[in-house]
C-alpha cells in the first residue's frame, strides 16, 4: 500500500505583514494532485496543522476542505494529530462529523478513538493512542500509535507516569506496550506524532527561526531509539526542514513543511513523503518536491542601483534585504527600494566599514556645536553609521524654529 506522509501546515501563518494564504491554498491543491496522482491508500499529518491556538476563518476553511478532498469524500482515510501551535481541543471538537467523511482528527496523546466502519474501511482496534485501520481491497490492516504534541509534564500526566520519570522512559513504556499489544507482522506497524526526536549521540537538531520551541535545554528532548521494533515508519512533525533520523530500513522522517516559513529556512526545498509499505517487510519511501510557493530570499548588497536591478528581476519572492552603505539611507533611496519590489519583509541597513567605529564616543563634550553632537548622537544609535544629507538639512529645520 502506499502512504502520504506530510506535516506542519502552519495554516493562517503570515511573514511579518505578509500572508501567506493565497500560497497555502495553492499548495494544499499540490499535496492533494500528489496524493492522487500516486494513488495514496491512507494520509498522515503530523500536526501543526495550523499556526495558533485560534486560526481565523479562511484558515479553518482551507483546512476542512483540504482534508475532505485528501479523504476522496470518505473513501480513503485521514489521519491528523495535533502539534505544538494547535489546540488539541478544536482539532478534537469536530472529530465525529469528519469521522463521516473518513478523517481522523486526533487532539490529545491520550485518545482513544471509538471504532466505526464506513463504506470503503473502518477502525476495527483502538485503545489509547492506538487505532487499526483495515481497508477494503488489502488483505492486511494497518495499525498506527499515534502520539499528538503534550509537553513533557502533560505527557506524563497522561501517561500515569511518576513526574520525575524521564520522558523517554514514558514514552518507551507507552509505546511498547501498545506495540506487543497490537503489531504483529500480519500487518503494517506506523507511529505518528509531533515531538521534538533527535537520533541519539547525533548534533541536536535546530528548530526554525520563529517557531515555538519544544525544547528547553534537554527537556521533552526524545530519542529515535525508543521507537518500538515493530514500527516500519515513523511520520514525524515540527522541523520543517526534510529528513531521516533513522534508517533505510526503518525510517523515522520529518516530511518538512510546504513552504519555506521563515528566513532561515531560505533556499530549502519542500517536500511530501510517499511511502510503499507492505507486512513483514521493509518500507521504501521517496520525498516528492513540492513547487509552488514563493521563494525567500536573503540578499545582500552594496550598492543601489544593484540592489534595484536584483530585486527588479526577482519579484515573486519574499526578501530579507541588507544594504551595506557609507552613510544612513535616504528616504528616496527607501522609496526607491520599496517600490522595485513589493516583498520586502525586513531591510537592515549596515555599515561598510567599522574600523574607525566612534559608535561609542565616551564623554560628551558639550563646546561642541549643535550639528557636531547631533552627528555623534545620530552615529551612536545607528551602528556607527553617517548621518546622510537630508537629515541634517531637517535637524537644521528644526533647530532653527526654535531659535
Known sequence: MK???????????????????????SVMDEIIQIADEQNADLILIAGDLFDNFNPGVEAVELFYKTLKRLSLNGKRPVIAISGNHDSPSLIDAPDPLARECGIILIGHPKAAISCFELEHFKVSKSAEG?????????????????????NEIRLKQYFGEDKEAELNKVLAGHWQKNADDFCDENGINLLITHLYMNKKGAPILEEPEGEKPIKIGNADLVFSDIIPPQI???????????????????????SSSPLCYSFSEAGQAKYVALIDAEPGRPVSYEKIALKNGKCLERKSFDDIEKTVDWLTQNQDTFVELTLESETFLKADERKRLYQSHSGIVHLI??????ENDESHPGEINLSHDMETLFKN???????????????????????????
Open 232 to 254: 516500519q515508519y515513523t511520520a514525524l512533525g515540527h522541523l520543517h526542514r526534510f529528513q531521516n533520523i533513522g534508517t533505510e530500513e526503518k525510517p523515522v522522517v520529518y
Open 349 to 354: 541597513p549596515k555599515v561598510k566599514s567599522l
Open 3 to 25: 502512504i502520504l506522509h506530510t506535516a506542519d501546515w502552519h495554516l493562517g501563518k503570515r511573514l511579518d505583514r505578509f500572508s501567506r494564504l493565497e500560497e497555502q491554498v
Open 377 to 403: 548622537y545620530f552615529k551612536s544609535k545607528n551602528g556607527g553609521q553617517e548621518a546622510n544629507g537630508e537629515l541634517i538639512r531637517l535637524f537644521h529645520e528644526i533647530t532653527s524654529t526654535q531659535s
Open 130 to 150: 492506538f487505532i487499526e485501520v483495515e481497508l477494503k481491497g488489502l488483505s492486511y490492516p494497518v495499525r498506527i500509535l499515534h502520539t499528538p504534541y503534550a
